[in-house]
């Protein structure tokens, strides 16, 4: 069979077991639509926290950046898991105990206002709409490389099988669909990984195989690592980073932004009991680590994998590196993956000194003296998952589940994402402040039409990506972490929180946030309108727009308690409220109002 | 009513007690073992690294894991101490 077979079997195969799902599993009500009839399991729950987190960043990009920047990276590594612990610890139980659909409500209702209701919508939908166009984009980047349709083909065939599963099931749809493409992904990334880590280390276990020796030198893979590199020029790869309080800033706005992300926060919703929703944070961070400590297995081993391909003399025990970098291979040997992935234009190849070898270094290093003109080698951090079975001269099958496994981690994300704009816009905008005497039927359909809207939204700008797309990231963390997550906490562990504080708090951390992204990125992301150019050098105090979100949160909460502090107290029936969603008796379903 | 009241409070008092002591471990390994102190356990040699780099790529999302289930399993306990449980 072709590998071209190979993949539309799998990929095709995948997409059907999605579409069953959400046959069996319709809406009839809008509790099922907007929290699957609350009686999911918290195992299962956990699994499709998984699916529903990991984007196509975490399987296509996070360890190819992980590979280039080495400890540096470890911010995404801690920032994206240790997220749960607050949601665990300070959100998910008592958003759980409110009982109610959506994350707007609960801020609209604790702060007894329909202005902070709807800046939380409008927080919701910019950083989840910014968030699901990263997660069309890598499912085209799929699509091509995989099964050789153009990529606006390929998204809308993966926009069809989104729109059936979540339009005809909502959450419930989605949360079984997730399941399964927790299962598809994750087998994706572990057997690939399994295979490299057996090869260059003997360990089978990736994580481990991370701290055992690399079995062709003898020595430990990271020693052996930092050698490597640093004999190219590059920075060791457990090198520390200088700016440790950017470091420091970047991984908490990576926290406290998924904390505070909703279409995450919703999914604790849907579990019975308030003890569910804490064990379901705790199952999905079981989840969610069997690809985070895999992840930066890959990403040492594909590193060093890459290195040795290109100067093959590298790989046992070296003396002398100048005589081993003095031999890479020729152009004409690379191997077949290479020439793959030259086809995508993620690797490219161009030969400055003209010897008709591939020389991978540091650009910014000279090494005149080797006869080097400049790194010839351009690979793209986002093919070296995709690439593995590849590099690693796994069978066909495995390159068809990486295929089906990409797609499964962008379309569970896409599909959680897509509810939460959708449920936000028919039971927060719709019913909440339009049409308050919409009957049940009625806002089921609101929110289907609203979810198709939102599709083609999504689908949309997947195609025609505004030319910000790299930087939706920092939008999206930034605005969870600086407006909901402050928010969202202080309603639960203050009582004296009042509607005014936490206005301005939201507010003036949403601002704040904004403009010093955009300062830097460019004034709503337009190209040449920053004020200042985005190096270290010109940040505040060496902080990165990545790591505001932090600053932005520390304002909400400062400014929140401030404005409080001076006007009158909330309402005794919401310090009421405020006392019933700590202790978890008498929960119930989720239900509407 | 009044018992009520103040064993609600003591069980929120202990929840929040809980919350402190969960996140002080949270933050010492993340940004603690694996950011700030890692200069200071550069002599802690793990397979060809050092610890602070174990705990950055490895170490804080066991400790992470290990955390929630701790916390879940500690407010299980009082949830029944204090009859608040569902």
Known sequence: MSQFAIN?????GSFAIYIGIAIWAKAGSTRDFYVAGGGVHPITNGMAIGADWMSAASFI?????????????????????????????????????????????????????????????????????????????????????????????????????????????????????????????IVAYTIPAVFISLELTDNPIPPLGLFSDHSASGEPLLSKLNEVVTALGFNEYTAMVDNKLNMVLFTLSLMIGTAGLPHVIMRFFTVPKVADARWSAGWALVFIGLLYLTAPAVASMARLNLVT??????????????????????????????????????????????????????????FSDRGWQGNELEVSNDILVL????????????????AAGGLAAALSTAAGLLLAISSAISHDLIKGAINPKITEKGELRAARISMSVAIVVATYLGVNPPGFA?????????????????????????????????IAGMLSGLVFTLVYIFVYKGWFFIPDTNNLADVEANWVLGISPLSIGAVGAILNFVVAYLVSSFTEEPPQEIQDLVESVRYPKGAGVAIDH | MADDKSKAAAYWKANLRLITGCLIVWALVSYGCAILLRPLLAGISVGGTDLGFWFAQQGSILVFIGLIFFYAWKMNRLDKKFGLGE
């Open chain 1, 8 to 12: 539309v079997l799998f990929v095709g």
């Open chain 1, 61 to 185: 990009s996070m360890a190819g950046i992980i590979a280039s920047a080495g400890y540096g990276a470890s911010t995404f590594l801690m920032g994206w898991t240790g997220g749960y612990v607050l949601l665990a610890l300070l959100l998910a139980p008592y958003l759980r105990k409110f009982g109610k659909f959506t994350v707007p409500e609960f801020i609209g209702d604790r702060f007894y206002s329909k202005p902070a209701r709807m800046v939380a919508v409008v927080c919701l939908i910019v950083a989840s709409l910014t968030y699901v166009i990263g997660q069309m984009a890598g499912a085209g980047v799929a699509f091509s490389r995989f099964l050789e349709v153009d990529a606006t083909t390929g998204l809308i065939i993966a926009a069809i099988v989104v729109f059936f599963y979540s339009v005809l099931g909502g959450m419930k749809g989605i949360t079984y669909t997730q399941v399964a493409q927790y299962i598809v992904l």
């Open chain 1, 309 to 366: 391909t290109i100067y093959p003399d590298m790989a046992a025990q070296v003396q002398n590196y100048e005589d081993a970098a003095a031999n890479p291979i020729a152009y004409a040997d690379r191997p077949d993956w290479i020439r793959t992935w030259e086809e995508t234009g993620l690797i490219t190849f161009d030969d400055k000194n003209n010897d008709g070898r591939i020389q991978l270094y540091n650009n910014a290093a000279d």
């Open chain 1, 387 to 402: 690439a593995n079975p590849e590099i690693a001269n796994l069978p066909g099958w495995v390159v068809g589940l990486i």
């Open chain 1, 470 to 502: 790299a930087q939706v990231v920092a939008l999206a963390f930034g605005i969870a972490a600086a407006s909901l997550f402050p928010a969202l906490m202080m309603g639960i562990f203050s009582k004296r929180i009042n509607n005014k504080g936490a």
